[in-house]
């Protein structure tokens, strides 16, 4: 199909107003301007104008050449008076080429209809066209969700056009009117302005920040429809993404159901609170001025603001124990008298930046450790003092009844200060100082004991990380007879190496980050390992003799963070021609990519591939949350 490149739909009047001037034609037609555009737009046709200050002197018009759609070019308009032939030329046939192209199908062979013969509405063929409609920014629209992408996201289409738009907290079967804020390529994004109806599967959220915070965005949303929109999500990005539609669509699927959650609350061992100095509020609240301390919060990040902190009381991710000393913590921090004041991002000036809890167990009991660890932006032990001690009050043994049972006894805690002098965000920081008890907590996982300091990695649901690591144990596939080996890649503390290494000649472990490393060092000796050896290196940037400090592996474990592995890791793996490689993955799309040049290669790159994909098993570590787990099983061809 023939066409010419338009740029916007009001550069589109401008063409057709030009063209009313060269084509006298025309003058019979009724709303000319809109009858050609529409035309145009219906039949594919677009024009390419060049930018203002290039713009010859000629015509608009004679700025157009009649070019292949498949082969769009950027046109040179240097000269007038030879784009005034070139379109003077073509001008005879542009009527009946749109003619043509208008009603195709109608069209018999060989005959042409110039436009003055054409009596079609412009307004009719407007709403007939859907491939070249999108709605402006601004625009209110009624839609209904049909499905969760990727970060749960909602996935609609404009009833009358199929045009896809994108909106944030949408859940399937809700019709709401949604207002356009951005348009990205083939899709916009809109903002759910009021709910017509509710969607399929609705609860009722037990959180009382659930319609604000940006953590639990489907908890109004019954568990079981949360794993069906996960799986399927899951599904849909290895076959599109992945090039894995015959595997998974077969009699055959490799395409395992997702292995739900057993605690759907109160299952996250960490969380990280921010201190601000802005408070965000929802709108019904905005005309309240707040100043000074009653302005300041300590809670989570309101979605789409770096500046502003929905502030929590409670969070029913976290245990209870946790739950009990953050509300310790709301419950004096903003006290004038203790001199404590927030980080302001804007003015770089506070104390207080985060507030990180995590919560372990003590091997051999049911008792819990709990870490709280105050990110600061300078050293001063002596204003965080009245906050140690109140925490450090807390009783040696902690039993909050509940309405089910008693919950774990709080044994321990340990309250460590990370000082971050920059202007960034991390919670990381370049000291770390020991404010009370140890500057560990331990957790058991796999029968393993593991101790954890404050900037460790570990995952961050232990009841559901025992699934994962005996799926992972699975695909593996270990003899057990102690004759193979195994790399570990991003292996963080070493929690996956040393759970295979009881069953493994020796494991090879590598992570960037240097305290993990020592972390999973130290691990190993805990548990009186010595067949596992963990290095310090960015596997991002490999160089050529990587490989060479071990042996070739019979298994590859790798747990990559959301980007997914680098190019030169995968090139490298795909040399390295292990037998087996278990590829665990925490973003269903980075893992589809990654799987797809592992199996099919990267043809631009003449890079080819040599595995097969075994099996996919999505499990759900987060509930309520749009993350996704997977592990996936690679053979050697």
Known sequence: MNGLFFPSKRRRFLFASRLKRELPELSSIPKPRTAIANLLSVSGLRILLPKRR???????????????????????????????????????????????????????????????????????????????????????????????????????????????????????????????????????????????????????????????????????LTYEAQLRAKELQVRDLMIHVGRFSDEISGSSSIMKSIVPCDIQFHYRNKMEFSFGAWKWLPKELLGQKQEGSDNYALGLHAPGFFDKVLHVEKCLLQSEPANLVLAAIQDCW????????????????????????????????????????????????DLLKPLVEKISAIPEVVCMETSEDLCPLLSYVSIMNNVNTSVGNTSVGEMEYTLHGRSTITETLRGLTFQISANSFFQTNTSQAEVLYKLIEDCAGLRGDGSEIVLDLFCGTGTIGLTLARRAKHVYGYEVVPQAVSDANRNAKLNKISNATFVQGDLNKISENFGSDFPKPDIVISDPNRPGMHLKLIKFLLKLKAPRIVYVSCNPSTCARDLDYLCHGVEEKNIEGCYRLRSIQPVDMFPHTPHIECVCLLELV
């Not at 003619?99 to 009596?119: F, M, N």
């Not at 995590?358 to 300078?378: I, K, P, Y």
């Open 54 to 220: 290039r713009r010859p002197a000629c015509s608009l018009a004679m700025a157009a050449t009649i070019v292949p759609t498949h082969g769009f070019r950027q046109l040179s308009v240097g000269g007038g008076p030879l784009l005034l032939r070139r379109f003077r030329k073509h001008q005879r046939n542009l009527c009946s080429l749109v003619a043509s192209l208008s009603y195709p199908q109608e069209q018999p062979e060989g005959s042409s209809k110039t436009l003055a013969e054409l009596s079609i509405n412009g307004d009719d063929i407007a709403k007939s066209s859907s491939s070249s409609y999108f709605p402006k920014r601004g625009e209110t629209l009624e839609l209904v969700c049909e499905s969760l992408a990727f970060k749960g996201v909602g996935v609609c289409k404009v009833e009358e056009t199929g045009f896809v738009v994108m909106c944030d907290r949408a859940l399937p079967g809700e019709r709401f009117i949604g207002r356009v804020t951005r348009k990205k390529g083939s899709y916009a994004q809109v903002t759910k302005v009021e709910t017509i109806s509710s969607h399929w599967d609705c609860v009722e959220a037990p959180c009382e920040y659930a319609a604000y915070c940006g953590g639990c965005k489907t908890q109004n």
């Open 334 to 381: 903003r006290d004038p008298q203790l001199a404590l004041s927030p980080y302001d991002v804007h003015s770089h000036k506070g104390f207080l930046k985060h507030l990180m809890l995590r919560t372990g167990r003590t091997a051999g009991t049911d008792s819990l450790e709990l870490m709280v660890n105050f990110v600061t932006s300078s050293y001063k032990p």
